[in-house]
């Protein structure tokens, strides 16, 4: 993960313009052939941004589940938070959004996590923001910029196409368009 956090912070200088516009250059890592393949959301164990235990049965129960994948150094990332937190709230009971903050080193990641906590209480953000566990790591190095959403159902499968950069439009069309 530190190699990540380095590729991350050295992208966000070199690249600081192109972020503002587009969004934050993530590592540009190899994928695994089985994480490349795969359209199964990771198994995991992690905790969220308070503390609590958050595992794959969080997409249970939810027809659609939109996750962003956002860093605490992103300024489109932070920018949309506000937008997120409300369509969160008036989302259908079918529906539902968590976040990943992909710059934190694993679940005890305190600073982090702390970073996380300050920008959703400003943006009032009410949704689940988790720390990526091991398994959640190694599906991120497959992302090449943030903010990323994808869309999981409920038996953890990923569908519809992921979108790059902050587009909340665009997310909500997928999930319109899934839950029709």
Known sequence: MHKLFRILLLS????????????????????TQETAN?????????????????????????????????????????????????????MPQDAQIIGIVCDASGPSDKETAAAAVRILKDA??????????????????NIEAVPTTIFVDSNGNIIGEKVIGAEVAKYKEQVKRYLK
């Open 12 to 31: 966000m200088v070199a690249f600081s313009s192109i972020f503002l516009a587009t969004g934050c250059s993530a590592e540009n890592g190899k994928a």
């Open 38 to 90: 795969s359209n199964k959301f990771p198994a995991f164990q992690t905790v969220d941004v308070a503390g609590n235990t958050v595992t794959q049965d969080i997409f249970k129960g939810k027809k659609i589940t939109v996750v962003n994948i956002w860093g605490t150094f992103c300024p489109p990332c932070i920018e949309e938070m506000p937008e997120l937190g409300r369509w969160a709230r008036e």
């Open 124 to 141: 009032n953000v009410g949704f689940v923001n988790i720390l990526p566990d091991d398994k959640v790591l190694e599906f991120l190095s």
